[in-house]
Each structure stands twice: as structure tokens, then as C-alpha cells.
T-cell receptor, first 114, second 113 residues
Framework: AQSVTQLGSHVSVSEGALVLLRCNYS??????LFWYVQYPNQGLQLLLK??????LVKGINGFEAEFKKSETSFHLTKPSAHMSDAAEYFC????????????FGAGTRLFVKA | DGGITQSPKYLFRKEGQNVTLSCEQN?????MYWYRQDPGQGLRLIYY???????QKGDIAEGYSVSREKKESFPLTVTSAQKNPTAFYLC????????????FGSGTRLTVV
């Protein structure tokens, strides 16, 4: 069975500081891993994804994530936070053929202080 | 531009009433999904459909029903059997195979009055 754990329901950083949102997954087969962002009262938007190949993946808005199989992690980072990054972020895992039964983490709300 | 359209954005339901949430996509995606979002609980899968005229129950299907008569459309009905329907409902679609990820609509917020 697959599962996703996001460490920290809330993370607060200062503008210009490093953003680090943690995600650990459990999967019995090679996973596909995703990060999504959600702004208030909106749907989710895909930030980046890992399927195969290079383990460091770059996404939109300056975010990147690294797949570490040995640690079963897929942490999301951004070198310098901007006020517009304040949102909720979801890590998700699926596998194999199809996007069916994608499992989402509970989400981490990012606050950015001026 | 291609995307997913959910309507209405806000919906109010009286006790005992059925309501239908609309979801339309023009992405030519085979698979479509309905999720329910409650604060602090992430997204929970209600129903999904891999192909026209076929759909499967997700983790919290009780009190909900769907249809998939057209590739573009996947409406969700919240029936009176759903005892706690107040939530944010999200529709999504994906290419059926491969790790492409989901495209989401902008959601419908349903409130029981």
C-alpha cells in the first residue's frame, strides 16, 4: 500500500529564506512523486514531478525536489522565499500505469513573513 | 486554453436535498476524479472514472453518485444520504497512463444551510 507523510502541517519562513517542505512516502513499487500547490479557494496546481531518470527535478516558480530512494523522501525546496509563495503544498504518490489512486499527503501550509 | 471547469463555485444545500456539481474538461483526458477536501485532512477520493461509461468508488463514496456519459463530463451528485456534505469539492483529470499528474478544476464549495 502507498502512503504519504508530510512533516509539519505549518511552516513559517522569512522572505528571502530557504523553503524546505518535507515529504516521505511508502510504496512497494517504484513511485511517481508529485508536489502540488494550492492557493486559497482554488484548485491544486502541479509544481513538479518525478517519474524516472534524474533524481533532482525542477519545477515552476523556482521550486525543486530531490528523490532519495534510500530515505524514501521527496522534499521540496526553494532557495529564497517570496511572499507570493504563501500557500498550501501537497505531496502525492502514484505508481505504474495510470494516475489512478494517487495518494495525497495532508498538506503543509507555508507562511512567509516580511 | 484547455482546462477543467467546475460549476458552481459556491453551492448551498438544504437538508434532505440532492445537489449536482458540474465538471467539464477539454483536455481530451481519459481519466477523471472527484476529491473532497476538508481542513487538515488533505484530499480524499470519492469516485474516479478511467473511461466513458465506467467509474469506480473511491475511499469515501457513500452518499455520492456520478455518471460518465461523455468523455468531457463527470458530474457529481451529493445525495441526501451524505450526512456531512459541507466541504470543498475538487474535480481533476489525467492522461490515463504514465506519471503525468493531475489537472484540477478550481473547486466547488458546498455548504449545508
Amino acid at each position: 500500500a502507498q502512503s504519504v507523510t508530510q512533516l509539519g502541517s505549518h511552516v513559517s519562513v522569512s522572505e528571502g529564506a530557504l523553503v524546505l517542505l518535507r515529504c516521505n512516502y511508502s510504496s512497494s513499487v517504484p513511485p511517481y512523486l508529485f508536489w502540488y500547490v494550492q492557493y486559497p479557494n482554488q484548485g491544486l496546481q502541479l509544481l513538479l514531478k518525478y517519474t524516472t531518470g534524474a533524481t533532482l527535478v525542477k519545477g515552476i516558480n523556482g521550486f525543486e525536489a530531490e528523490f532519495k530512494k534510500s530515505e524514501t523522501s521527496f522534499h521540496l525546496t526553494k532557495p529564497s522565499a517570496h511572499m507570493s509563495d504563501a500557500a498550501e503544498y501537497f505531496c502525492a504518490v502514484s505508481h505504474g500505469t495510470g494516475g489512478f489512486k494517487t495518494i495525497f499527503g495532508a498538506g503543509t501550509r507555508l507562511f512567509v513573513k516580511a | 486554453d484547455g482546462g477543467i471547469t467546475q460549476s458552481p463555485k459556491y453551492l448551498f444545500r438544504k437538508e434532505g436535498q440532492n445537489v449536482t456539481l458540474s465538471c467539464e474538461q477539454n483536455l481530451n483526458h481519459d481519466a477523471m476524479y472527484w476529491y473532497r477536501q476538508d481542513p487538515g485532512q488533505g484530499l480524499r477520493l470519492i469516485y474516479y472514472s478511467q473511461i466513458v461509461n465506467d467509474f469506480q468508488k473511491g475511499d469515501i463514496a457513500e452518499g455520492y453518485s456520478v455518471s460518465r456519459e461523455k468523455k468531457e463530463s463527470f458530474p457529481l451528485t451529493v445525495t441526501s444520504a451524505q450526512k456531512n456534505p459541507t466541504a470543498f469539492y475538487l474535480c481533476a483529470s489525467s492522461i490515463a497512463t504514465g506519471g503525468y499528474g493531475y489537472t484540477f478544476g478550481s473547486g466547488t464549495r458546498l455548504t449545508v444551510v
